[in-house]
């Protein structure tokens, strides 16, 4: 049986699936995949965070203030980033946050499995002369 904590995760839109002794089919959406990949190179702030992930993303991933804090809010609660201590810098309170080993490691699986899946379909797209369409 899955516990709450498991249940809490997939319903939080960061993992697909659950079995009792390991994760699989864990997949990122592609919000949650540009915010933790915008901090690879370091801690950042939230605001930061959204402008980065859309530089990642070429413009296609713009994250609303909402979605953005509610993505760090799951991501904290599933250790994968944590939260520096509140300061104020030009007027504003910001918080910075750091990505975790898991949630590098998270961010690996997903880029591997992104790779592999693009691959796959490439060599599909590239065996194949035409498109029939009927």
């Known amino acids: 049986m899955r516990s709450k904590s498991s249940r809490n995760r997939r319903a939080a839109g960061l993992t697909i699936g659950w079995l009792p002794t390991y994760r699989v089919g864990v997949e990122l959406r592609p919000p949650s995949y540009f915010a933790l990949a915008a901090l690879i190179d370091g801690p950042l702030h939230g605001y930061a965070i959204a402008q980065r992930a859309r530089e990642l993303s070429d413009g296609r991933e713009r994250l609303s203030t909402g979605t953005l804090y509610a993505l760090l809010e799951r991501a904290l609660s599933e250790s994968l980033v944590i939260a520096g201590e509140p300061y104020v810098k030009g007027g504003r309170q910001r918080r910075d946050y750091t990505l975790t080993p898991a949630g590098r490691a998270l ?7 992104l790779a592999h899946a693009a691959t796959a379909v490439s060599r599909r797209l590239s065996a194949t002369s035409k498109a029939v369409l009927t």
């Open 107 to 113: 961010l690996a699986d997903e880029a591997e499995r």
